[in-house]
C-alpha cells in the first residue's frame, strides 16, 4: 500500500504521541533521583510556589518521541529530511546546558543573557545560509499568489526570525501546558501547509511535533507532574521556526505564532517602560500570562484562552494562506 505524505505525517504523530505519553511518567521517577527539579523565582506569582521541587527537563522525552518517528516513518518512506531534526536539537541542547547549570546549582538562573544570545546567534547565522542556499530566498507572502524573492535579504529576515521565535517559545512555558498547547495549534497550521504547497517535505516532522506535543500535554497539564524546561521550550521554539523556513512561510510564524508575539512583546514593553518611567510597570508581570494571573485570573483561565486566542490566529493565518 502507497504511503501518502498526509498518512506519514499521521503516523509519526501516533508515534510520538505514544511513546511520549508512555514514556514521560516512567521519566519522572528518574529525574527525581537526580533531583533535577524545578526551582521558583521568588518573585514571580506566589501560587506558582507550591510548583517548587516539580520534575524539569521533561523536553528530552519530547525530542525522543519526535526523534524516533521521524527515523522510523523515514524508513518505511524511504525518503529523509533531517535538517528540521537538527534544529530542533541544537536549541534543545541550548536549553539542556541552561537547565542543568539550574538544577545543578540549585537556583532558577542558569546560562547568562549573553551566553544564550552567542549560542543562538551562531545557531541562527548557519541555520539561515543553509536554508538560503538550500531551499532559496522565496517566501509566501499574505494574499499574493506567487511567492517574493528576498535575494539576500532572506538572511537575516530568518536569522531574526530564529532568533525571535525560539525566545518567544521560551518566554510562553510559564503556566501548566501553555507552550505545549500552544505549539500544538500553531504546529497544525504548518502541518496543513506542508501537505498542500509544493516542496515543503516536512510533514513527518511536523507530525511528530503535534503528537509529541499531545502527548506531554497529559502530564504537563495543571497541576503539572513534569515541566519541559528550557530542553523542551527551546527545542520547540526551534521545531517552530524551522517549519516555516522549510514550507517557505516564515511570514506566518507573526500569524499563526501571534501569541508568542504577544508574549515577547509584553516583555519588551515591561522592559522599555520600567526604565523610561525608572521603576514603573505598564503591565503587572510580564510575560503577559503572569499579568492575567495577577489580575485574578486562574492558571487554568489563561491557559484556555491562551490556547483560544491561538486558535483563532491559526484561523486567520489559513485565509492568509488560501
Known amino acids: 500500500m502507497e504511503i501518502t505524505m498526509l498518512k506519514a505525517g499521521l503516523i509519526s504523530l501516533l508515534i510520538s504521541f505514544g511513546l511520549v505519553y508512555?514514556?514521560?511518567?516512567?521519566?519522572?521517577?528518574?529525574?527525581?533521583?537526580?533531583?533535577?527539579?524545578?526551582?521558583?523565582?521568588?518573585?514571580?506569582?506566589?501560587?506558582?510556589?507550591?510548583?517548587?521541587?516539580?520534575p524539569t527537563m521533561g523536553g528530552l522525552v519530547i525530542q525522543l518521541g519526535?526523534?524516533?518517528?521521524?527515523?522510523?516513518?523515514?524508513?518505511?518512506?524511504?525518503?529523509?529530511?533531517?535538517?528540521?531534526?537538527?534544529?530542533?536539537?541544537?536549541?534543545?541542547?541550548?536549553?539542556?546546558?541552561?537547565?542543568?547549570?539550574?538544577?545543578?546549582?540549585?537556583?532558577?538562573?542558569?546560562?547568562?543573557?549573553?551566553?544564550?544570545?552567542?549560542?543562538?546567534?551562531?545557531?541562527?547565522?548557519?541555520i539561515a545560509l543553509y536554508a538560503y542556499y538550500t531551499i532559496g530566498s522565496q517566501l509566501i507572502v499574505p494574499f499574493m499568489s506567487q511567492p517574493l524573492d528576498f535575494g539576500f535579504w532572506y538572511v537575516p529576515f530568518t536569522f531574526f526570525a530564529i532568533i525571535a521565535i525560539v525566545n518567544a517559545v521560551n518566554l510562553t512555558d510559564g503556566l501548566d501546558?501553555?507552550?505545549?498547547g500552544?505549539?500544538?495549534?500553531?504546529?497544525?497550521?504548518?502541518?496543513?501547509?506542508?501537505?498542500?504547497?509544493?516542496?515543503?517535505?516536512?510533514?513527518?516532522?511536523?507530525?511528530?511535533?503535534?503528537?509529541?506535543?499531545l502527548g506531554f500535554l497529559r502530564?504537563?497539564?495543571?497541576?503539572?507532574?513534569?515541566?519541559?524546561?528550557?530542553?523542551?521550550?527551546?527545542?520547540?521554539g526551534g521545531a517552530i521556526v524551522v517549519m516555516g523556513i522549510i514550507t517557505q512561510l516564515q511570514i506566518f510564524l507573526l500569524i499563526a505564532g501571534g501569541l508568542f508575539v504577544?508574549?515577547?512583546?509584553?516583555?519588551?514593553?515591561?522592559?522599555?517602560y520600567f526604565k523610561a518611567t525608572k521603576g514603573k510597570r505598564f503591565f503587572r508581570m510580564a510575560p503577559i500570562h503572569h499579568h492575567f494571573e495577577l489580575a485574578g485570573f486562574s492558571e487554568t483561565q489563561v491557559v484556555t484562552v491562551f490556547w483560544m486566542v491561538t486558535a483563532i490566529f491559526v484561523t486567520i493565518a489559513f485565509i492568509c494562506l488560501v
Not at 506542508?194 to 507530525?207: M, Q, V, W
Open 66 to 126: 519526535i526523534i524516533a518517528a521521524v527515523i522510523v516513518v523515514s524508513l518505511f518512506m524511504g525518503s529523509w529530511n533531517l535538517f528540521p531534526v537538527i534544529v530542533m536539537v541544537f536549541f534543545g541542547a541550548i536549553g539542556f546546558i541552561d537547565d542543568y547549570i539550574k538544577v545543578a546549582k540549585k537556583h532558577n538562573l542558569g546560562l547568562r543573557a549573553w551566553q544564550k544570545l552567542v549560542l543562538q546567534f551562531i545557531g541562527a547565522g548557519v
Open 22 to 54: 508512555y514514556i514521560t511518567p516512567r521519566f519522572i521517577p528518574l529525574l527525581k533521583r537526580l533531583k533535577f527539579r524545578q526551582s521558583i523565582r521568588e518573585e514571580g506569582p506566589q501560587s506558582h510556589l507550591e510548583k517548587s521541587g516539580t
Open 177 to 180: 501546558g501553555l507552550a505545549s
Open 262 to 272: 504577544i508574549e515577547a512583546l509584553s516583555v519588551v514593553i515591561q522592559v522599555g
Open 182 to 213: 500552544v505549539t500544538l495549534i500553531v504546529s497544525i497550521f504548518f502541518f496543513v501547509g506542508s501537505l498542500i504547497l509544493p516542496e515543503a517535505g516536512t510533514t513527518i516532522f511536523i507530525g511528530g511535533v503535534i503528537g509529541g506535543c
Open 219 to 236: 502530564h504537563n497539564s495543571k497541576p503539572a507532574a513534569i515541566f519541559m524546561g528550557d530542553t523542551g521550550s527551546m527545542a520547540l
